[in-house]
């Protein structure tokens, strides 16, 4: 389709349950000028201390072939707030404001939710637990962290600990948007995040969407062992599908991996168009000649 035929809007979401906040978007159409009633959308979500555009975000929204948005969670970037380490909760919250503002104001339909890390684990239990959630047919699941208590054994941990027992907290220093940036993070902060449930994807996640999960193998941050199990829980169901992809070489984030992870995700996502999907390994490239390896 032609650059002309699309859009790029900045969007302001008025948040109902915090009346000073506003969560910041980007609406990607392919025909602005058509009526979207009723019109199919992808939902691209980020990780801890990212923003809309970073990693492969933005480069997703430019190549799907269907309308998408993307935003900032609360205390991240052009969305007010504070950033809170455990406060997944409130994710929830903005997920939530989101989709009632998309659906009330343009009449999309959540077809499909693309999740990267924190944002993954936001889209599981949304999937798991709302009216809406249950009737997304299909997720992507990148770099989603299952056992939650394992950052406790990450580097980062134990550099806060060591912040803990000097000061009660750690300031994290970081750099978003080639912006300066520093966010707080205190013990209680911590445990709430290790007692998010995540187990709830056994039972409770739709039987029907199809999900795939995509890892790296050289993940330092959210173990690989991870997505295994995702597998695992995901794959007893009927009919959604669950399909697994592990990169080799790739680090939590990707890094110079963005447009692999785009084109594993465009190849997953034709294939389910195309009714082709099963359960199982997914490769986007498979080489038959072992020999030379």
């Known amino acids: 389709m032609a650059a002309s035929e699309r859009a790029t809007t900045k969007i302001y979401i008025p948040h109902p349950d915090e009346p000073d906040l506003s969560i910041c978007g980007i609406l990607e159409q392919h025909a602005p000028r058509q009526d979207t009633m009723g019109r199919k959308l992808v939902l691209i979500l980020h990780g801890t201390m990212g923003h809309k555009d970073y990693l492969f975000q933005r480069r997703l929204a430019d190549r799907f072939p269907m309308d998408s948005f993307r935003f900032d969670f609360r205390g991240n970037y052009e969305t007010g707030g504070t950033w809170k380490q455990g406060a997944l909760d409130e994710d929830i919250q903005d997920l939530n404001a989101v989709v009632a503002y998309l659906k009330s104001t343009y009449g999309y339909k959540i077809e499909l939710i693309v999740g990267h890390s924190r944002g993954s684990l936001v889209a599981f239990r949304w999937i798991a637990t709302t009216e809406d959630g249950r009737n997304v047919p299909a997720f992507v699941n990148v770099s989603g962290r299952y056992r ?85 829980a995901l794959s007893r169901r009927s009919p959604g599908t669950h399909t697994l992809h592990l990169m080799e070489d790739a680090d939590h984030n990707f890094t110079k991996r963005q447009d692999d992870v785009v084109e594993a995700i465009l190849q997953w996502w034709d294939a389910r168009q195309r009714d082709e999907l099963q359960t199982g390994i997914w490769l986007t490239e498979i080489r038959e000649n072992t020999a030379k390896l």
Request: aromatic residues 12%.
């Open 148 to 232: 939650m208590r394992k950052i406790l054994e990450t580097p980062a941990a134990k550099v806060w600990q060591e912040s803990f027992e000097k000061q009660g907290y750690f300031e994290w220093h970081i750099t978003v948007a080639r912006q300066a940036v520093v966010a707080r993070i205190h013990p209680h902060d911590v445990e709430q995040f290790c007692a998010w449930d995540t187990s709830i994807v056994w039972e409770q996640f739709p039987k029907e969407t199809d999900v795939l999960t995509l890892h790296g193998l050289a993940d330092k941050t959210v173990p690989p062992y991870d997505a295994v199990i995702y597998a695992r």
